[in-house]
């Protein structure tokens, strides 16, 4: 069983994501790869700014991990973030899981991407043509 | 002396990256009533929470002046 958790200012590689997870008992690896997107709700991003409150935020990312090879019994994962300026189609967060047969990795992969939105203290800042603001935190 | 740490939203709000407040213990509702009459906004915002030792806390928890607090917006990752 292992867990790697990280968040970095540079580009995430997606073959440093795979090759922590790769294990000889394990016939299935999912990987989720979060990317920018140039449109939200009609208007065009530029970029994103992610701020991060690191040591607390890895502290949630390794209780995710632990949480998903617990509820579904995949041997490994990997959690890699972005922090700071993130351009169009850069990759914002990587997600991996490894499991003996391919449903759990699937489920675990789900399961560490949707907990990750909810718990994890990063903020993204989103900018658009006409400034940036903190996505999700006015109504 | 409490030390509170602002991001997000909440930096800017209180224009800074750490708040210093003068106590030596308090809820962590007391806390949460003390920056919304300081920075009203905080009332304008979706949700927040305070974390304490890089943990999420309860209204009713207590902090003191050795521990590391933070004001957490709504998270937005991934």
Known sequence: ???????????????????????????????????????NK??????????????????????????AIERFQVKNIVIHHRSGHVGISDIAVIIGAASIHRKAAFEATQFAIDQLKLHVPIWKKEFLEEGGYWVGARP | MIDVKC?????EIVGDV?????????????????????????????????????????????????????????VSGG
Request: aromatic fraction near 8%; charged fraction near 25%.
């Open chain 1, 42 to 67: 009609g208007k065009i991003v530029t970029h994103l700014d992610f701020e991060t409150y690191q040591p607390m935020a890895l502290k949630e990312m390794a209780k995710i991990a632990e949480q």
């Open chain 2, 7 to 11: 991001f997000g939203v909440a930096k």
């Open chain 2, 18 to 74: 750490n708040l210093i407040l003068e106590y030596d213990k308090l809820a962590v509702s007391e806390l949460r009533r003390h920056l919304e009459s300081m920075y009203p906004e905080f009332q304008k915002i979706n949700s927040y929470m305070i974390a304490v030792n890089q943990s999420y806390s309860e209204d009713e928890q207590f902090i003191t002046n050795n521990d590391e607090v933070a004001i957490i917006p709504p």
């Open chain 1, 1 to 39: 069983m292992s867990i790697d958790v990280q968040i970095k200012a540079e580009t995430l590689s997606i073959d440093e994501a795979y090759q922590k997870i790769l294990n000889d008992q394990c016939g299935g690896i999912c990987l989720f790869i979060g990317t920018v997107r140039n449109l």
